[in-house]
């Protein structure tokens, strides 16, 4: 079903309370304008501006005596011409008590009052609505544009701006049908933001601006703050180790053709990446990313969680949505056991914790979307045991230390990377002497010696390297016992990274 089907389904019944949370207040009127045109029944609206006024003709004059939401709610008991009457902003207001009382009376008489056919719609981009108005009504969620609404959001805007001031619009069918998919998971308002300005730019709109488009679209996911772009490595030549995690994902990219999907073969789904911690699992992460041409968001699960009730249920809903509207996409969810550890024991938290949970099962179990679910953890007691029966991921690999060749080519990476030759550095010695050091401390290794050659005005060699390393013990030695436990507790249930 549509939207517009949606919520004119819910107005068909008398002494409904409806309430929708969106920052497209002026969508979400559209929507409600052309139900109660469809169901034949006047619409009025009110801010604390204007009062309450006819919502159906632009300019109308406001009803007198109805600037304060009390007094307007009071006047809606007294229509009697199956009116909807929609709210704006009216959450704020509730802090006051008669406005609270005003609410709930007129929630309950049109609720008693059938015969009557009023209807309540309040709009809102705050989520703190009092739990007793949350519980009498149906919470609305406009969705996002389809890639249908999101072309015509495209034309009709280069059309607006031409008509200011000509624009060279020049972008085949292809074209157009990329930057549609770059465009997907924003709101309506964002397109045509990001359309304006980069076609305003320069006075054209082309093929050349799907850079520009994909960085503003950037701008506004992280604003949002539920998901976060993350670069990835341009070439899995750039990540050490994981041979056998490369290898099943390049067996599991073949799974992604349509070749694949004819054969009756599913997507994959998602891996859980358990190990030690500074070992790699970020960088698995995104080798996935890497490996698939896909992009890569993270999303971090300590960020969902609110003080308001119902709020972190929605946020985790949210990110899971833009998600999907993204997709084709590898969703990054870093450290899972910080977001979720409630879950597994008897938590304070009122259920919040099982709630957020139960919500993230689900839609790893019933998404058809191709998001790829890429989750990391470093303490397993920590996690649920829902959460790692058979089929909830396609993997859960194992993500130890590196062993000496794989060391040997992290230390190689890192060489490289800072603009050196890595044939005149003795990578076995320094594989040798770096045994038991992660990925990460590899890396700070090299770091730190280019530091010590910098500052000795020398160039950095193998010797300075080796010191560094040895240097600063690796979290292997201070957290061996733990690291024992975790590998043996993986032995026999996940499957080595390397």
């Known amino acids: 079903?549509?939207?517009?089907?949606?919520?004119?389904?819910?107005?068909?019944?008398?002494?409904v309370l409806v309430y929708i949370q969106t920052?497209?207040?002026?969508?979400?009127?559209?929507?409600?304008?052309?139900?109660?045109?469809?169901?034949?029944?006047?619409?009025?609206?009110?801010?604390?501006?204007?009062?309450t006024r006819d919502g159906l003709v632009d300019g109308a004059a406001p009803e007198s005596g109805t600037d304060h939401p009390a007094a307007a709610l009071v006047r809606f008991t007294q229509y009697a011409d199956n009116s909807i009457l929609v709210l704006l902003d009216v959450a704020g207001h509730l802090g006051d008590e008669r406005t609270l009382r005003a609410l709930r009376e007129a929630v309950e008489f049109a609720a008693l009052r059938h015969d009557l056919g009023l209807r309540l719609v309040l709009i809102d981009h705050k989520p703190d609505l009092p739990q007793v108005i949350r519980n009498a009504g149906h919470h609305f969620e406009v969705t996002p544009p389809d890639d249908e609404e999101v072309e015509r959001l495209i034309k009709s805007t280069i059309r607006r701006i031409h008509r200011l001031r000509p624009i060279e619009a020049s972008m085949s069918a292809r074209e157009l049908s990329d930057v549609v998919r770059n465009l997907r998971g924003l709101s309506r308002r964002q397109i045509q933001q990001i359309i304006a300005e980069v076609a305003n730019d320069d006075q054209r709109f082309n093929a050349k601006d799907l850079p520009r488009i994909l960085?503003?679209?950037?701008?506004?996911?992280?604003?949002?703050?539920?998901?976060?772009?993350?670069?990835?490595?341009?070439?899995?030549?750039?990540?050490?180790?994981?041979?056998?995690?490369?290898?099943?994902?390049?067996?599991?990219?073949?799974?992604?053709?349509?070749?694949?999907?004819?054969?009756?073969?599913?997507?994959?789904?998602?891996?859980?990446?358990?190990?030690v911690q500074g070992a790699g699992k970020s960088l698995c992460a995104k080798a996935i990313a890497t490996a698939w041409k896909r992009p890569l968001m993270r999303l971090d699960p300590s960020v969902l969680y609110d003080r308001y009730i119902g709020e972190s249920e929605r946020r985790l809903r949210d990110a899971l949505r833009q998600a999907e509207v993204m997709s084709p996409v590898v969703l990054w969810m870093d450290e899972i056991e910080k977001g979720f550890?409630?879950?597994?024991?008897?938590?304070?938290?009122?259920?919040?914790?099982?709630?957020?949970?139960?919500?993230?099962?689900?839609?790893?179990?019933?998404?058809?979307?191709?998001?790829?679910?890429?989750?990391?953890?470093?303490?397993?007691?920590?996690?649920?045991?829902?959460?790692?029966?058979?089929?909830?991921?396609?993997?859960?690999?194992?993500?130890?230390?590196?062993?000496?060749?794989?060391?040997?080519?992290?230390?190689?990476?890192?060489?490289?990377?800072r603009r050196r030759?890595?044939?005149?550095?003795?990578?076995?010695?320094?594989?040798?002497?770096?045994a038991g050091y992660s990925g990460a401390e590899i890396e700070q290794a090299v770091a730190a010696a280019l530091h010590t050659a910098f500052a000795g005005k020398s160039e950095i060699n193998t010797a300075m390297i080796e010191r560094c390393l040895l240097a600063s013990p690796p979290l292997s030695v201070m957290m061996r016992e733990r690291i024992e436990a975790l590998r043996s507790w993986a032995a026999g249930r996940c499957v080595p990274a390397e």
Not at 1 to 13: G, I, K, P, S, Y
Not at 241 to 267: C, H, M, P, Y
Not at 362 to 372: A, G, K
Not at 400 to 412: F, K, M
Request: charged letters at 25%; glycine letters at 8%; a negative charge.
């Open 421 to 434: 030759d890595a044939a005149r550095f003795d990578l076995a010695r320094l594989a040798a002497v770096s």
């Open 215 to 275: 960085a503003r679209k950037r701008d506004f996911v992280q604003t949002d703050g539920l998901l976060e772009f993350v670069q990835a490595p341009t070439s899995m030549d750039e990540i050490g180790g994981l041979d056998r995690l490369k290898t099943w994902l390049a067996q599991r990219q073949n799974a992604l053709s349509n070749e694949a999907v004819e054969f009756g073969i599913e997507a994959p789904r998602g891996v859980l990446l358990l190990g």
């Open 341 to 417: 550890a409630s879950a597994a024991s008897r938590s304070i938290d009122g259920g919040l914790s099982q709630r957020m949970f139960g919500t993230l099962l689900s839609w790893m179990q019933e998404h058809r979307h191709p998001v790829f679910l890429a989750a990391t953890a470093n303490d397993i007691e920590a996690l649920p045991p829902e959460l790692l029966r058979k089929g909830r991921f396609d993997e859960i690999f194992f993500v130890d230390l590196p062993g000496e060749a794989a060391r040997r080519s992290i230390v190689e990476i890192h060489i490289r990377k």
């Open 1 to 15: 079903m549509t939207d517009l089907e949606r919520v004119q389904a819910l107005l068909e019944n008398p002494g």
């Open 23 to 51: 920052d497209e207040e002026h969508h979400a009127l559209e929507l409600l304008r052309v139900a109660a045109v469809r169901l034949g029944c006047p619409l009025r609206q009110w801010d604390v501006i204007t009062g």
